[in-house]
């Protein structure tokens, strides 16, 4: 490898990293709960909104990772920020549920296609650059920028409502359109995988080696279930607290500095990952859970001070735990599979908030 290609694989992560804090910045798509319910969905409506979201997921889901292994990473990215413009411009129109049901299609794809593939191109990346050491470093990093720009969203809720649906998600169009621009500078990374001639092959040998990996690892597949029953938890948690924090009396200017408050507990729960890295995985696991139930427990308490501490302890847990498990994950999988593999454990994720959402919808309305 050139010095030349070898500066470019380096330089992907810092555009993945751009790529997160840029596309994140989305206030439409932060608040997108608050605005259905502005615009007259109901809870239980949102609730299946999400449902469906994560049903589209389940579909997509392995499909897209072994896309992104057969074709390459770098052109999964861009079509995933092009679905989130494609997303965004559906969601102006939607006046329906049944819309609104397709429109949480395209968001899914949009979500899939990133799924593991951003990932895969940061490892591969750096293994190829000789320094895959850092790729903890990078997890813990990615997921502090991604939370952190994604509560700076959720910051301005209350600017989106003022704006109205329309004009936010205009705002979301521009944002991803700059997104896709940098999705298309970043550098391909090419694995022995992507050497076959034979496309139909190609996918054939990530089927067969996924299965017998994911078959034979028994502690993977652990892993992955306990880490996302939680995430799911919490993720849902604050979902549902955008609508259920006016309802209870909070003004909704103060909504956006309210979520992005909670939201705070993601970032510096990723940061604190970094810190805590070389704990044993399993503690990590049991404190995570404990403080997920704390979070759960307080959405019953009519006090807006304590759910919203509760919202912010879950955010903590979720983001402190992903990083690890991150980290953890991507050591037990080869380069050729890796996005497939990643992409399993979203698919898990998806059908854990397939089972919940329309729980929790109930549960809040």
Excluded at 279 to 307: D, E, G, L
Excluded at 323 to 348: C, G, H, W, Y
């Amino acid at each position: 490898m050139n010095k030349l290609e070898n500066n470019r694989l380096k330089n992907n992560i810092k555009k993945l990293l751009l790529i997160d804090s840029v596309g994140n910045i989305m206030i439409a798509n932060a608040s997108w709960v608050a605005l259905l319910a502005v615009r007259g969905f109901s809870m239980v409506e949102i609730g299946f909104a999400e449902c469906i979201f994560h049903i589209a997921s389940m579909i997509f889901e392995i499909p897209s990772g072994a896309i992104a292994d057969v074709f390459g990473r770098k052109k999964v990215i861009v079509a995933s920020r092009i679905a989130i413009v494609l997303h965004s411009l559906m969601m102006i129109t939607v006046n329906s549920f049944s819309l609104l049901a397709v429109a949480m299609v395209v968001a899914a794809l949009s979500y899939n296609l990133a799924s593991g593939t951003r990932e895969a191109l940061a490892y591969d990346s750096l293994k190829q650059s000789n320094m895959e050491e850092k790729y903890d470093k990078f997890a813990a990093n990615d997921l502090t920028v991604y939370s952190f720009t994604s509560s700076l969203s959720t910051l301005l809720a209350g600017v989106a409502i003022y704006l109205g649906y329309a004009l936010a998600y205009m705002i979301d169009i521009v944002i991803g359109i700059i997104s896709v621009v940098i999705a298309f500078s970043l550098q391909e990374v090419e694995t022995d995988l992507q050497k076959e001639t034979k496309i139909k092959q190609r996918f054939v040998t990530v089927a067969k080696e996924s299965i017998r990996f994911i078959k034979e690892n028994k502690k993977m597949r652990v892993i992955i279930l306990v880490n996302n029953v939680i995430g799911a938890v919490s993720v849902l948690i604050l979902f549902f607290l955008q609508a259920k924090l006016p309802k209870m009396g909070l003004n909704n200017m103060i909504l956006g500095p309210t979520l992005f408050g909670m939201g705070l507990g993601s970032t510096i729960g990723a940061k604190a990952s970094e810190v805590f890295k070389k704990n044993n995985y399993r503690k990590s696991v049991v404190f995570s859970a404990i403080c997920t139930m704390i979070a759960f427990s307080t959405v019953f308490i009519p006090n807006i001070i304590v759910v919203v501490l509760g919202g912010f302890i879950g955010a903590f847990a979720d983001n402190y735990l992903e990083v690890l498990t991150d980290i953890k994950l991507n050591n037990m999988i080869e380069s050729d599979q890796r996005a497939t593999l990643i992409s399993i454990n979203s698919f898990v994720f998806s059908i854990i908030m397939i089972v919940l959402s329309p729980i929790f919808g109930t549960i809040f309305s």
